[in-house]
């Protein structure tokens, strides 16, 4: 451990002494690590970003244009927690501490552990409904906010940085589509702020609550960009259809505006199909690519 994110450990939980560094996991193709310190008075969460002289990435895309998106993700999740505020039904972690360090970044965090909140690999509907609340607090309390400092289109599949991705999809209608799609959603009336990598990975729970992480693609947009990465992430090609329409009606029940629903519905389909259009560029063979993606395919070029 460094020594000046040790000591910035110790004064933030008023600690005598760092006792165990668990390592939680490697950041993506190799920028950093993810850690959980613990002290005689507590732990934290280390995000520590070290930026790679040969990059790795798992499928292949290590270029120039990617190290400068994920350079800059970390600067935006770095605004994010300094500018957080707490917000009713939608928790995240508190930035203890942040800062540069051996030509990189790190970020010290609360350890939403402490408060009882943990990672699942499969949930059911209670937890399903505890995300979709989750999103709809999240996207209700930014509605019409400027995204100044983080992303201005959120997510990390936002086309403007996903060039050498369109550059290689074979699917011609598509990649036509593709401007036409992406001024469908961001000439949107109703916009917000969108966590921009809403998988399940990075929801944690407890008995009443859904807790987020992981903000490096935080920006403006639409709210069902979220709900439909989170439906993709927990759902397989027979279940969307089975609970595509409860999870929509249970998502718009929590945010509770029936104006921003009206044309949030309508371009959940175009959403859909906005990830779809990086995803066949960036893993051919990935397993979302199914038919229920192509349905959603073809309802967004409808109404384009």
């Known amino acids: 451990m460094n020594e000046q994110i040790a000591n910035k450990i110790i004064l933030a939980l008023n600690a005598q002494a760092i006792t165990d560094t668990e390592l939680i996991q ?3 193709s190799g920028y950093g690590k ?4 613990t002290t005689d008075n507590g732990s934290v969460i280390v995000k520590l970003i070290q930026f790679p ?14 190290h400068e998106r994920k350079k800059n993700s970390y600067l935006v999740e770095q605004n994010w927690y300094r500018e957080l505020q707490p917000i009713d039904g939608a928790r995240m972690a508190t930035l203890l501490d942040c800062g540069e360090v051996d030509a990189g970044k790190y970020l010290i965090l609360e350890d939403l552990t402490a408060a009882n909140f943990h990672i699942k690999h499969d949930i059911d509907w209670p ?8 999103l709809a607090h999240f996207h209700r309390h930014y509605l019409n906010h400027r995204p100044d400092g983080l992303w201005k289109i959120g997510t990390y599949w936002h086309l403007d940085t996903r060039p050498e991705e369109l550059e290689v999809l074979t699917d011609t209608t598509l990649k036509q589509a593709a401007p036409l799609i992406d001024a469908r959603l ?13 998988k399940l990975a990075n929801f944690m729970f407890n008995d009443r609550q859904a807790a987020a992480v992981d903000f490096q693609y935080v920006g403006g947009g639409v709210g069902v960009k979220d709900l439909a990465y ?3 992430s927990i759902f397989h090609e027979d279940e969307l259809d089975l609970h595509e329409s409860r999870c929509l009606d249970t998502y718009f029940k929590f945010l509770n505006l029936p104006q921003v629903e009206q044309e949030w519905r309508t371009l959940y389909p175009v959403a859909w199909c906005d990830f779809y259009r990086f995803l066949k560029g960036w893993s051919p063979g990935h397993w979302k690519i199914n038919t229920y993606s192509e349905r959603m395919k073809q309802m967004a070029l409808e109404c384009l």
């Open 26 to 28: 490697n950041l993506w």
């Open 34 to 37: 993810l850690l959980r310190v």
């Open 53 to 66: 002289d040969q990059r790795s990435h798992p499928r292949g895309w290590s270029s120039d244009i990617g």
């Open 127 to 134: 937890e399903i409904t505890l995300c979709l609340q989750w």
């Open 186 to 198: 961001n000439n949107a009336r109703h916009r917000t702020i969108v966590h921009g990598d809403a």
């Open 230 to 232: 989170f439906m993709s």
